[in-house]
């Protein structure tokens, strides 16, 4: 729950994250934990030191992985501060920008697939259109009118992502700057999954997977919300 009026909370959330002169630490720890979630030994400093263009003794691809993110990260804002939707082709644009010279980017998958340590198949290739066609529907449907409608449709952009798993590498860091996408078109803060706490977060994925609960990661999007805002 929220004792806040959300447009007190609208108010923080512009002052802390001006898109016009938007926080670097932000930038730097959101790709250092997203990235940390498939990356081992992955050192925040190393983040740092590529953005700011900075010798560095990564590898190319992890060099030319947290570039892409930071080219998303400003497709995303200028979405945002042109206040446009990120609509089917705007996401597979961005995946692409994920994804560039790193694997396929943009394209649905064509094949089937299975997802280690879950209890849940994603559709199969040839329903992937519909239902990514539906994701769409769904979310221009949500009401945003209150703190608890934006925090359930920031879940669901990310959640439902997932779950159908459109393309064949990327979805997660995908799902995760979609969130950020909705939750900052509607005036709240972006925030951070930390890498720490990823069991949790795929706990939370899963229930809404298999059990269609969007609970247990609406709870946890509230409390990194918070913490985002510092009230």
Do not use: W
Not at 51 to 80: C, G, H, M, W
Not at 141 to 157: R, V
Not at 170 to 179: D, E, I, Q, S, W
Not at 186 to 194: E, I, K, R, Y
């Amino acid at each position: 729950m929220n004792d806040l009026p959300l447009v007190k909370m609208q108010e923080i959330a512009s002052e802390k994250f001006d898109l016009a002169n938007f926080p670097v630490d932000f930038i730097a720890n959101f790709i250092y934990h997203s990235l940390s979630f498939e990356s081992q030994n992955l050192t925040l400093e190393a983040v740092k030191n590529v953005l700011e263009d900075q010798p560095s003794t990564l590898e190319e691809k992890r060099v030319i992985a947290i570039k892409n993110y930071r080219k998303a990260i400003d497709f995303v804002f200028e979405k945002v501060k042109n206040k446009e939707d990120l609509d089917e082709n705007a996401l597979k644009d961005l995946h692409e920008i994920l994804m560039d010279e790193v694997n396929v980017g943009g394209l649905y998958r064509n094949v089937d697939i299975s997802i280690q340590g879950s209890n849940h198949t994603p559709p199969g290739h040839l329903k992937v259109y519909d239902r990514m066609k539906k994701y769409f529907v769904t979310l221009a449907d949500y009401p945003t009118n209150t703190f608890d409608e934006i925090i359930e449709k920031a879940a669901f952009s990310l959640l439902q992502l997932d779950k159908i798993h459109p393309f064949l590498d990327g979805n997660g860091k995908l799902a995760r700057m979609v969130l950020n996408y909705h939750l900052l078109m509607n005036g709240l803060a972006p925030v951070v999954f930390p890498y720490t706490e990823k069991q949790y977060y795929f706990e939370c994925i899963e229930e809404f997977k298999v059990n269609k609960s969007i609970a247990c990661f609406k709870e946890y999007l509230i409390k990194l919300e918070k913490e985002a805002l510092g009230v």
